[in-house]
């Protein structure tokens, strides 16, 4: 854990725009996949978004039309630009590198330390 450094998290009020970024290595073995993940107080933790380098993006139901997953590969660097947040969006949100086109956090095994998304009504 730790290898992927997340930023761009802060502080903003519903209705409002955020982009979170994710730097990850240059090379990840058997790890195709970028994931968003995050979780709340009191709440397991759970997918938000996956992008292989091929293919459409993934995107739990909560999120759809709302978040847009992308990658740079020439940068190494994931992001989720985030629109009309809510509050229930509040989170610490997690990017994470894995091996399958899943929401599912056990596909994954290198995780960044997180960046908190407080989003106030």
């Known amino acids: 854990q730790g290898r992927l450094m997340e930023s761009g998290g802060g502080s903003v009020q519903a209705g409002g725009s955020l982009r979170l970024s994710c730097v990850y290595p240059?090379?990840?073995?058997?790890?195709?996949?970028r994931g968003w993940f995050r979780r709340s107080v009191g709440k397991a933790r759970e997918g938000v978004a996956v992008?292989?380098?091929?293919?459409?993006?993934l995107y739990a139901d909560s999120v759809k039309g709302r978040f847009t997953i992308s990658r740079d590969n020439s940068r190494n660097t994931v992001y989720l630009l985030m629109k009309s947040l809510k509050p229930e969006d509040t989170a610490m949100y997690y990017c994470a590198a894995g091996r399958a086109y899943s929401l599912a956090d056990q596909w994954y095994q290198d995780w960044g330390q997180g960046t908190q998304v407080p989003v106030s009504s």
């Open positions: 992008i292989g380098f091929g293919g459409g993006p």
């Open positions: 240059a090379y990840i073995h058997g790890s195709t996949y």
